[in-house]
């Protein structure tokens, strides 16, 4: 756990103590991954740890929203060179949507890069490269990419994205003025009480201000799929046990259903990390914070998630990204032929072990050992 938080003490206004002392600086990653939470550090872990494993490593923002000292302890820990965590300790809300609404106008703020990736500690990702997949989408095909809000009683949910599992270029949200608070969504309206009534059913409602910006600014989401309320998500790209925290909170009856949902997820999930961690691409990051090699063996053939090359099963392949244009580098063909190799360079790069990273580079694109 990562306990020196900015400003650093006692240290000279020209060292820039405000920047703190990661090696790799929040705003040095490409994308940002804002999980809200509350009573659910069983769930988080997996989550986080599946983040880890992206192909694209992200850096994290945990937003704890009123759990339970004992399980905001154990959250705590889960603090380190790429993770914070948040806590917003509230006396009381108007609406349960605040919760997440808050969390998630905080994340804003705290974001400190280009994209912003939100989801959910009951959302487990399948594809290891799926947040490499969502850049490329919100580089191309709109700012905003995720899944279609689930039905509400009201027909403005249709075509609105959700934060299931979505990605907001930041640049651009900051630029429209896109936000989550229920308060100013009601404010929109001269509504000062907007306590849950059986008048305006799923109004207001976590997502809605921040689709009524995007369709006040024109611009519409990229919709990647759809869910249904209570029942479990499952696709290639996600497993979400969705309402998991507000079935556990406000109804038992539900909690029941989606646990079982969750002791199924929890299991398949557990088997896809070992996986990851057994055929994981190496991912080498140089000092400016961005890819400088990319390297793995795969056992199909395929497009290569950083540079789109194709891919032979079994062979070695290697790109590189130092200046921001992904493109394949010469690889000797045998060089990479086991995972022991991979596995050499990633424990010598994560070590800092710079003699060795260089023996194994030699060695990987053909020179002498």
């Known amino acids: 756990m990562k306990k020196d938080l900015a400003p650093i003490r006692n240290v000279h206004q020209s060292l820039k103590p405000w920047e703190g002392n990661c090696k790799k600086k929040p705003w040095e990653y490409n994308v940002t991954v ?12 997996i989550c986080v740890q599946l983040l ?23 959250i705590e820990k889960l603090r380190d060179e790429d993770l914070e965590v948040h806590a917003i300790r509230l006396n009381g809300v108007i609406h349960p949507c605040d919760f997440p609404a808050i969390a998630m106008d905080l994340a804003f703020s705290l974001c400190r890069t280009r994209y912003m990736f939100a989801t959910h500690a009951d959302c ?22 995720g899944y279609e809000l689930s039905p509400r009683c009201h027909d403005d949910w249709k075509g609105m994205v959700s934060h299931t599992a979505s990605i907001y270029d930041m640049k651009i949200m900051d630029k ?21 009534s059986p008048t305006r059913p799923h109004w207001p409602d976590t997502e809605i201000l921040g689709n009524y910006i995007l369709r006040s600014n024109k611009i519409e989401p990229y919709l990647i799929g759809s869910e249904n309320n209570f029942e479990r998500k499952v696709d290639e790209n996600i497993d979400h046990f969705r309402s ?8 038992q009856s539900y909690y029941k259903k989606a646990e079982k949902w969750y002791l199924s997820a929890k299991e398949e999930a557990k088997e ?31 497009s290569c998630c950083m540079c789109g090359a194709d891919t032979l099963p079994g062979v070695a392949h290697a790109c590189s990204n130092s200046d921001g244009q992904p493109r394949p580098v010469e690889v000797r063909g045998s060089s990479l032929q086991s995972w022991q190799f991979v596995k050499a360079f990633h424990a010598a790069a994560v070590a800092g072990d710079a003699a060795e990273v260089e023996r194994l580079r030699r060695i990987f694109h053909g020179g002498d050992a």
């Open 34 to 45: 804002a999980i809200p939470c509350l009573d659910t550090f069983e769930q988080l872990e």
């Open 52 to 74: 880890k494993l992206q192909t694209e490593k992200p850096y994290i923002l945990v937003i704890d929203t009123g759990s339970s000292e004992e399980e905001y302890n154990k």
């Open 124 to 145: 487990f990702l399948r594809r290891q490269d799926f947040i490499q997949y969502m850049l490329n989408l919100v580089k191309t095909k709109s700012p905003v990419v």
């Open 176 to 196: 429209i003025g896109f936000g989550w608070s229920l308060r100013r969504l009601s404010s929109y309206y001269d509504i000062t009480d907007y306590r849950p």
């Open 244 to 251: 998991f925290t507000s079935g556990k909170l406000y109804s």
């Open 272 to 302: 896809r990390e070992d996986e990851m961690r057994i055929a994981a691409p190496l991912i080498y990051s140089g000092e400016a914070g961005r890819y400088e090699y990319f390297e793995t063996i795969s056992d199909a053939a395929g």
